[in-house]
Nanobody, 125 residues
């Protein structure tokens, strides 16, 4: 069964860092794009960062709100996609979801084919 297995998350003080990881499991076909989304209480789910490799090179995209603070990367050997989050603020507090996405619209929730179970990130003093 296809799954996206997430790890990481937790609580951190403002200005701190966290790292999330997501490993695909059970896939019998290749993935070419993965992304991280987040959803805060009362808000819509939004795309945060995506990485696509359909062209043979890794291409990344970021939401404006996290540019310069978040970094997405991929381990080609394991398929694990990681999200390094630095300089966190309380506005980053949300449940973060790993997703298998479409390379042509990697930050669009509409085209996500599978979601991870979600992991909580809380930034608070």
């Amino acid at each position: 069964q296809e799954q996206l297995v997430e790890s990481g998350g937790g609580s951190v003080l403002p200005g701190g860092s966290l790292r999330l990881s997501c490993t695909p499991s059970g896939y019998t076909y290749a993935l070419y794009s993965m992304a991280w989304f987040r959803q805060a209480p009362g808000k819509e789910r939004e795309g945060v960062a995506a990485i696509s490799w359909a062209t043979g090179t890794d291409n990344t995209q970021y939401a404006d709100s996290v540019k310069g603070r978040f970094s997405i990367s991929r381990d080609r050997a394991t398929g694990t996609v990681s999200l390094q989050m630095d300089t966190l603020t309380p506005e980053d507090t949300a449940t973060y979801y790993c997703a298998a996405s479409r390379p042509t619209a990697p930050l669009s929730a509409r085209y996500v084919t599978r979601w991870g179970q979600g992991t909580q990130v809380t930034v608070s003093s």
